[in-house]
């Protein structure tokens, strides 16, 4: 594979986002105001053509490199990190972002972000994620539409644009589970503008799951993406405490 990159700013933020099978989108942002995640989603939904954008790639599948200029000595520094997942991919990482044979660093990590086994339980719905399509995709500002996306000053405005991942802990299947999942589907639909992603996992069948997520009872909501994690147990009927956990507002 020929690998062909566009020309570098001086200073700039990269973002990287691979799939499971080793596939890469990127994009280069030399405001560093923008929130690329999403919009790396969005196509390589439309690249892959899945059914919607994999969120919950985000964030044990990135990288990010950030280029400055430090203002007491005028001098470029460069921070570049990745998480475990592909922390492998060091040599391509460094192709594409033009800095030569540096080491990544190894981003924070905590499993219950990405924790493998849940990851892989998306297999079923998203096959393409797990093929190797020999992909580098770069992903311009033009492509990304971002001038169509109201802008917001604010950090908690920024992070929404992030859109959502959810976790929903049920106990079987049974008349009440489904009243549940309606219920909050409904709340989510007509509360929500930005996308998101709703992981539904039976504990019968997925104890390990439960167990890392400290999950007591159920039903259990969890809001894995933005940060910080935030859950709440049963209730679904109280619309404001779910609204609270998505920081939602009316």
């Known amino acids: 594979m020929k690998l062909t990159t566009p020309k570098l700013p001086q200073l700039f933020k990269g973002i990287a986002l691979f799939t499971p099978g080793g596939d890469l989108i990127y994009c280069i942002d030399p405001t560093k105001k923008n929130r690329w995640h999403l919009h790396l989603c969005i196509e390589l939904q439309e690249i892959l053509g899945l059914s919607e954008p994999p969120h919950f790639l985000i964030p044990g599948y990135t990288a990010t490199i950030d280029k400055w200029l430090d203002p007491h000595s005028q001098q470029v520094q460069l921070f570049a990190e990745a998480y475990p997942p592909v922390l492998r991919y060091q040599a391509l990482l460094n192709a594409i972002f033009h800095t030569g044979e540096i080491i990544w660093q190894l981003a924070p990590w905590s499993e219950e972000f ?137």
Request: hydrophobic residues 40%; charged residues 25%.
């Open 114 to 250: 990405c924790n493998p086994m849940v990851i892989a339980t998306y297999y079923e719905q998203f096959p393409q994620l797990w093929e190797n399509h020999d992909l580098v995709v770069y992903l311009d500002e033009q492509k990304s539409n971002l001038d169509s996306i109201p802008k917001e000053t604010s950090t908690d405005s920024q992070s929404k644009m992030e859109g959502y991942v959810l976790r929903l802990f049920i106990s079987g299947k049974s008349v009440t589970v489904e009243e549940t999942l309606k219920s909050l589907h409904q709340i989510l639909e007509q509360s929500l503008s930005l996308p998101y992603t709703l992981k539904v996992i039976d504990v019968f069948q997925h104890p390990e799951q439960a167990e890392i997520d400290l999950i007591t009872a159920t039903p259990t909501l969890i809001r894995v993406w933005p940060l910080p994690i935030r859950k709440i147990v049963g209730e679904f009927d109280d619309v404001e405490k779910i609204l609270k956990l998505l920081e939602v507002t009316n």
